[in-house]
């Protein structure tokens, strides 16, 4: 920490002090570095942080300066209204381009964003009022009281101060729960809106942050330059961004920052060639993307997991980390007990169609509150199919979902997830690129996506916010015993863990009803043990329980009521024990009497045991 | 009328080769999952290596084209090797790989043939068709002659052949596909050299449509994607309806707002895209959960 604090100094000292090394044409040079790399924040923010691709936000950057451009030459605003009103412009496209992220994502939206910055260079080299290909000249330059900032020098320090408080804020933003939710919603968007991000709202405010670093990098370009033209605003340029950004490193800021230097000092130094300098970043982009898909920002680490391949650097911690034992949930009293008059779920006459393949049909079923229902059928019987209707992952085709009482038919995954319905998902959908820690945080944010209004001016707010959900965290992580693995990300730890983990984070939703999709699948018999524990105290503490399982021992311990599925019907439903000896249930799991002798033996051994 | 049918006819040459350039997009993208952004630079340079020798080497028109296509057929085995470890894993990664190979392909055709285009004469010297007073050149009906040829090559190619079927695998499921014996990377290689080579057809016939330049290529893959984004992404039929309905939709943005076209072209696009995300033959495919 110390260091860091030490490096920063000597970093803003460097800053500071550059000017005096320069004379007044690397001066200008530097003024456009900043610039880009206040450009490549907004990149980052918007693709690499929340993965949505962005390739307008050249548009963004050229909306801003235009529109400073028209505001104060034929508008004849002061530089600073101008300013400020051009970034309201470049914020209103950026939604406007966010847009159709609602609905495509990917190379589908990068299509497009680049189809949208296409659409701008072609309406400023044509309109009259953009001043065509010739563009706008004589800007006049920000008025300062005491500065000339038509000096290239003071300019520079102007542009430092803007730098430093973004980049700071963008830092803020990613390390707070908007941009971990951003994360998480990049990582996996369905498992996303499963734990209540609302994911639309999350990829339009991904946009507004990217037009806002566009936009202010637009009005300072117009305000340094004083001229503003087509060119800037290429689909050249767009793609250079895009290599600042992929060299650098997307999903680290500093990275995005280090690549625009970088990159900018490599054009700099071939300006003369420009062709060389563009087949430069061209192959740079590709050996990036092939051999450290991180970028610069990532070699450190990759070269430290080189070197501890290679048998160098420190040895591993001390202590092997180590799975804890689950601490029960106090048990809720009869009180807190929920009102027992409406069933918690109740489904009625629900039908999933695929088109034509039909995965459910007619199906109605009732669990009331604290409940443990278990859910059993042969693979293909429609049981996660359920699970997807109740979660909001499907709109049924017809039937209505009920939820206490409250019709809750085809809401959205996150809104289910704010009405209290939580799951975990047959194959694990935990965060890669988060640590344990952070994919229980996401879960347990439970503001919604607007409250980031903060952000813009209450900070300290948002901290207190981010503080008290880390003592919560911490509190979830040490009843499910992974204190041990909070810093480390779910890929690295063995399969059973992760299957706790992702109960823990189903859990800190504090949901009504908990949806577990075959938790034990992969688990041995410590760990069935361990599972079945957790679920019988999660039921105690007042959570109502649906578990698909196909482990016939454990749901027959664990389950009050078992339904049955096969072929997207229900066909039996009642007690465990009631339930295994009915003749329709021994049928469907081991085919029909005439054709039993076709069915193995351990086929027989997996419906009992 | 008469105005609204020539406008017709004069959008649907340029849409045939935004046909075939989208044909190259779908035909890689079905195989290996993969958007391939270098795509429009391959048609650029292909439109180059075919005019240097129609017009410097003075070969036949065919003969400068078959050149062509095997010089891009060969960068397409090439991209797709160096971006080989990325198969399959991280799709926005390779993307991105794409757009870099993009970069570096238009700084080499600035470096070989210079920063200003060149204007390319047509090859069939015959004045245009009357046809009750419409006005058809007879290049034009050349390229959708081409263009109608290929299409039906490619999808023979993939329903009747093993090694097309083979490559239908490799899209469905390519774990699957690795297990019955198909060599997987063989499999992209192929799919890679003959998206290029579609590229190579499609710049070496937009060359006498258009001025051969080193940015063209941006244009041409951007509104060659574009249609296949809306005939349905991956789909044959598909990229052939979305390709000349891109050139029908510029064609008439020229008409009414001439320099705007670029503009009314892609916000039209966006607004489609929107509405029916999938395209017309798109498929939906089911979110697993």
Redesign the interface.
């Known amino acids: 920490m110390r260091y860091r604090i030490g490096g920063l100094a000597a970093l803003a000292m460097a800053a500071w002090y550059l000017p005096y090394q320069l004379d007044s044409y690397l001066i200008h040079v530097a003024n456009v570095i900043i610039l880009f790399a206040l450009l490549a924040i907004g990149l980052g923010l918007t693709m690499g942080v929340a ?1 949505q ?1 962005n390739l307008a936000q050249v548009a963004f950057f050229g909306v801003a300066a235009y529109a400073t451009a028209i505001l104060t030459t034929r508008a004849g605003l002061g530089f600073w209204t101008a300013g400020l009103v051009s970034l309201l412009i470049a914020m209103a496209i950026g939604l406007l381009v966010g ?2 992220a609602l ?2 994502q ?3 939206l ?3 964003t ?3 910055a ?2 701008f260079t ?2 400023v ?2 309109s009259q009022i953009a001043g065509g290909a010739e563009g706008i000249t004589a800007i006049p330059a920000p008025a300062f009281p005491g500065v000339d900032l038509s000096n290239e020098y003071f300019f520079y320090y102007l542009e430092l101060i803007v730098f430093a408080l973004t980049m700071a804020f963008a830092l803020f933003v990613v390390r707070t729960p908007l941009g971990r939710r951003m994360r998480a919603m990049r990582d996996d968007s ?1 498992a996303a809106g499963a734990v209540g991000v609302e994911v639309p709202m999350l990829r339009m405010t991904a946009f507004l942050l990217g037009s806002i670093y566009g936009g202010i990098a637009g009005v300072l370009y117009a305000g340094l330059i004083r001229y503003v033209a087509p060119e800037t605003f290429s ?1 050249a340029n767009m ?1 250079l961004l ?2 600042m950004v ?1 060299i650098g490193g997307r999903q680290s800021l500093v990275g995005c920052v280090v690549g625009a230097i970088v990159l900018m000092l490599l054009r700099e130094a071939l300006i003369d060639y420009p ?2 300098a ?2 430069a ?6 050996l990036i ?2 051999f450290a ?1 991180a970028g610069l920002a990532g070699i450190p680490r990759q070269a430290v997991r080189l070197a501890r391949r290679l048998g160098l650097g420190p040895a591993g911690a001390a202590r092997t980390p180590r799975l804890g034992p689950f601490q029960p949930y106090p048990s809720a009293g009869a009180a807190e007990a929920v009102d027992a008059e409406k069933p918690m779920l109740e489904l009625d006459g629900i039908t999933m169609n ?2 034509g393949l039909i995965a459910l049909r007619d199906v109605s079923m009732t669990v009331d509150p604290g409940e443990i229902r278990g859910i059993v059928g042969p693979n293909g019987s429609g049981k ?1 199919t359920l ?2 209707v109740v979660s909001g ?1 499907y709109r049924p085709s017809a039937g209505r979902v009920t939820l206490s009482g409250v019709t809750v038919t085809a809401a959205r995954p996150y809104r289910l997830a704010q009405a209290g319905v939580a799951r975990t ?2 194959n694990l ?1 935990l965060f890669p690129a988060l640590t344990v820690r952070e994919n229980v945080l996401v879960a347990l944010d439970r503001t919604r996506v607007w409250s980031s209004w903060r952000y813009a001016v209450w900070q300290l707010g948002v901290w207190r916010h981010e503080r008290t959900l880390r003592d919560e965290a911490d509190e979830v992580l040490a009843r499910f015993g992974l204190s041990d693995f909070a810093d480390v990300t779910p890929g690295a730890l063995p399969y059973g863990t992760q299957r706790r983990v992702e109960i823990a984070r189903a859990m800190a939703r504090r949901p009504r009803l908990l949806l577990l ?1 075959e938790p034990a699948a992969g688990l041995n018999g410590e760990e069935v043990r361990q599972l079945s524990e957790i679920v019988r105290s999660i039921r105690a503490s007042g959570v109502t329980v649906v578990v698909i399982e196909h482990n016939m021992a454990l749901v027959m311990s664990l389950c009050d009521r078992v339904t049955v599925f096969a072929s997207g019907q229900i066909i039996a439903d009642g007690a465990p024990t009631e339930v295994a000896r009915a003749p329709q249930v021994i049928e469907a799991y081991l085919g029909d009497s005439a054709m039993s002798e076709d069915v193995p033996q351990t086929a027989t051994a997996e419906g009992t045991r | 009328m008469q105005v609204f049918l020539q406008t017709v006819i004069g959008g649907a040459s340029l849409g045939a080769i935004y046909a075939l350039v989208a044909l190259g997009f779908s035909l890689v993208y079905r195989t290996m999952g993969l ?1 391939n ?1 270098s795509h429009g630079n391959v048609v650029m340079i292909g439109a180059y290596i075919a005019s240097t020798f129609y017009l410097s080497a003075k070969l036949p028109f065919a003969l400068a084209m078959l050149i062509a296509l095997a010089v891009t057929g060969a960068i397409g085995i090439i991209i797709e090797r ?2 080989r ?2 198969e399959n894993k ?8 794409t ?10 055709a ?2 070989i043939w210079g920063a200003t285009g060149r204007a390319v004469p047509s090859p069939v010297p015959a004045p245009p068709l009357d046809l009750f007073g419409l006005r058809i050149r007879t290049y034009d009906l050349l390229v959708l002659g081409i263009a109608a040829a290929a299409s039906l090559l490619l999808i023979v190619f993939l329903q009747r052949t093993k090694r097309g079927a083979a490559m239908q695998a490799v899209a469905m499921d390519h774990e699957a596909a690795t297990a019955v014996g198909i060599h997987v990377g063989r499999s992209n290689a192929i799919a890679f050299m003959f998206g290029a080579a579609l590229a190579a057809l499609a710049g070496g016939l937009v060359g006498p449509l258009l001025y051969v330049s080193p940015s063209m290529g ?2 041409l893959g ?1 509104k060659g ?2 249609a296949a ?1 809306l005939g349905g ?1 991956g789909s044959v039929p598909g990229a052939i309806v979305g390709g000349l309905a891109i050139g029908v939709l510029d064609s008439f943005a020229t008409g009414h707002f ?6 009314v072209t ?2 039209v ?2 607004v489609l ?2 509405i029916r ?1 999938l395209g017309i033959f798109g498929e ?1 495919t ?2 697993r ?1």
């Open positions: 993965g691709i847009t159709p609905r495509m990917s190379h589908y990068g299509i497009v680049l189809g949208l296409l659409a072609n309406w080299t044509n369905l689909i793609f895009l290599a992929i062709t060389y563009q087949v970043y061209g192959s740079v982009v590709v993307v092939v898909p695929f088109r996660t699970f997807n992952l998902f047959q959908r999709d | 958007v952004f160096v971006l470890p990325l991280d799709f926005d990664l390779m993307l991105i790989g757009i870099g190979f993009g970069i570096v392909l238009e700084a080499l600035i470096r941006g244009t951007i994607f574009a984004i992404f001439q320099g705007y076209s670029e503009l892609f916000l696009f966006t895209i929107m995300p939906r089911v979110n959960a």
